[in-house]
């Protein structure tokens, strides 16, 4: 009798003639149209970031399973891709070591450290896009089309200016190197639904339920139905290069049909809710992790029963489908102590990192203050404390004469040879748009408004970081008024500031917190105020 040898391997049993290479290969190829356009938008620092993120991930996913013994997996261009979409999600400006910091972040912690490939648990470029974003805020937002810094359409649109549709659908904006056009990276979408790379349940549906949002938004808060509106935030801020190139990710996405539904929805929800309410114009790269890190528990719920499901469980003698229920509640006690140990391990680190930090960082936050005290006062040779000073009645004061503001901490008294100059006071405004902003407002002794100098301040770049400028700053010096105000048809007297183009929130905040600390100067006086 012939003997035949039988290959067993584990389920699933799928007979398809794709592999692993050939599908990111297709990624690759669905890429290239937002890949090229970002050369030609940005130039040759695009090019080079490309690049960079390429040989990085390459690298590092080389070395790590060298170190480790783990058979390569750079033939099946898995880091490329990885290395691919991190790079067009930053922003041209961004410096060539913070990609590699970025790609070693990605390929490490993100993916080999949780096994490699198949095992991370959320996408790997946007983990590493989330981790820049937070480390070096600054340089993430910063953003140049046409050799000027500018914000994106979407914080533009967030603050109240007007965006051009057209100029978003085509890619004639700034943003970062692989969001900006919108026909491109459809193009690249429908290219992989035709090969059939990727189901169009997850960005239909994640696209749908965000649009609806949109919509019921523009109806209650009074804007009506505003087309252009909602095509501006369909075109930017990422939708697109998220919704079919990385929410469908197959390792950190659902595999049911119902899990996909649940998902796209969960996406819609949450990018809704980061744009609109948020801080930031943008939400994808949020949205997306966070979903990531639902999938198993979407999956739970949404896995179809197979028949006679828990008989695995029951023992060899006796036992029942009840064996199953009784395993998930020992699973759910394990996960959950399991998470309080992590919890209060992590914890524990993070109070004693904080507890070694405190001093430095307070001797850091002293030496700012003192710098821009010497700032607004720059022929001061001491500074004192304000005896009898209580901020809390100062801000109390503020809120009854209806500023949005505080005085903060103690007032400080100017001096030079001993003479008198003037005071500095610290102000918070609570009306700016990225956040509360402070500063320091030296007043001198005839009530001269000696200057402004910003100790904490998160505004849109391009836009409302302008107000960190000398051009701007300048307009508050040497000049003894009231009140200022300020004016978007040109200044015809001193009290007028010219304000900042397309960041009228921001001009508000910050003359009104201006304007908070003259009048408190005039009633410390014993002025009318």
């Not at 050939?22 to 695009?46: E, Q, R």
């Not at 700034?174 to 900006?180: F, L």
């Not at 239909?204 to 919509?215: A, C, E, K, R």
């Not at 600390?517 to 002025?527: E, P």
Request: proline share 2%.
């Amino acid at each position: 009798m012939e003997e035949t040898t039988l290959s067993i391997s584990a389920s699933p049993h799928v007979r398809d003639r794709k592999t692993t290479s050939s599908l990111m290969l297709d990624v690759i190829i669905a890429l290239l149209p937002a890949s090229v356009f970002g050369v030609y938008n940005f130039g040759t620092k695009a090019f080079v970031l490309i690049l960079t993120c390429i040989a990085s991930c390459i690298f590092f996913e080389w070395g790590v399973e060298m170190l480790l013994h783990r058979n390569s997996t750079v033939k099946d261009f898995s880091a490329v891709v990885t290395g691919l979409l991190l790079a067009l999600n930053l922003s041209p400006e961004v410096p060539v070591w913070m990609a590699i910091l970025g790609s070693a972040f990605a390929i490490i912690i993100v993916k080999q450290l949780f096994g490699g490939l198949g095992q991370n648990f959320m996408n790997p470029a946007l983990g590493a896009r989330c981790f820049l974003l937070i480390s070096f805020a600054g340089k993430m937002t910063t953003f140049t089309y046409d050799g000027v810094t500018t914000a994106t359409p979407l914080a533009i649109l967030k603050s109240g200016g007007t965006v051009d549709v057209l100029d978003m659908f085509i890619g004639r904006i700034a943003g970062t190197i692989g969001e900006t056009s919108a026909i491109c990276l459809l193009i690249g979408g429908l290219y992989l639904i035709i090969r059939k790379v990727i189901s169009p349940i997850i960005p239909l549906v994640y696209i749908g339920t965000f649009s609806v949002f949109i919509f019921l938004y523009s109806l209650a808060s009074g804007m009506g139905f505003e087309p252009l509106y909602l095509a501006a935030h369909l075109c930017g801020g990422g939708l697109m290069l998220g919704a079919f190139f990385m929410a469908t990710d197959y390792v950190t996405s659902p595999i049911t049909k119902k899990g996909k539904v649940v998902f796209g929805i969960i996406l819609g929800l949450l990018t809704f809710l980061f744009r609109i309410y948020g801080g930031s114009a943008e939400g994808v790269s949020y949205a997306i992790i966070i979903s990531n890190l639902l999938v198993p528990l979407i999956e739970r719920f949404t896995q179809p029963k197979s028949f006679g499901k828990g008989a695995e469980l029951q023992k060899e003698e006796g036992g029942s489908a009840a064996d199953s229920k009784k395993m998930d509640k020992k699973s759910i006690v394990i996960a959950t102590v399991a998470i309080l140990v992590i919890t209060l391990v992590a914890g524990g680190v993070l109070a004693y990192v904080q507890q070694i930090t405190k001093k430095p960082i307070e001797q850091a936050e002293q030496q700012a203050k003192e710098d821009a005290y010497r700032e607004v006062f720059t022929d001061a040779d001491a500074f004192r404390t304000v005896d009898g000073f209580d901020s809390e009645t100062a801000s109390a004061w503020l809120s009854d004469k209806g500023y949005k503001a505080d005085i903060d901490e103690a007032v400080t008294a100017c001096d030079k040879d001993g003479n008198a100059l003037g005071y500095v006071f610290v102000i918070t405004s609570h009306e700016a748009y990225g956040g509360d902003l402070q500063l320091a407002l030296g007043v001198a002794e005839d009530g001269t408004t000696n200057g402004i100098s910003f100790l904490s301040l998160s505004e849109t770049a391009g836009l409302g970081m302008q107000a960190d400028t000398d051009e701007f700053k300048s307009q508050f010096s040497g000049k003894n008024v009231a009140q200022f105000k300020y004016t978007k048809s040109g200044v015809a007297s001193d009290e007028e500031i010219d304000a900042l183009s397309g960041a009228t929130i921001t001009t508000n905040a910050v003359t009104n917190a201006v304007n908070a600390g003259l009048s408190y100067a005039d009633y410390l006086k014993g002025g009318a105020n």
